[in-house]
């Protein structure tokens, strides 16, 4: 019965690992990427933006303060 618990609650977590990882489309870049997204909502438009589009707004953003 352990071995059951255990095994269920490993597949629970792998599944739940990978739930995020799907692939998308940056809308700043323009490429296909997989990993950590931003939804981000400017002038009423949200845009998907990949994590390297993302710090590199946020340099930006910084470089102007």
């Known amino acids: 019965m352990k071995k059951k618990v255990i095994a269920a609650l490993l597949a629970t977590v792998t599944i ?6 799907g692939k ?5 870049c323009g490429e296909e990427k ?3 997204k931003h939804e981000e ?3 009423g438009e949200t845009i998907t933006i990949c ?3 993302y ?3 946020e340099d930006l953003a910084n470089s102007l303060k």
């Open 55 to 57: 710090k590199d707004l």
């Open 16 to 21: 739940l690992s990978f739930a995020g990882c």
């Open 34 to 36: 997989s990993g950590k």
């Open 41 to 43: 909502t400017i002038l």
């Open 51 to 53: 994590d390297d589009c």
């Open 24 to 28: 998308f489309t940056c809308d700043m």
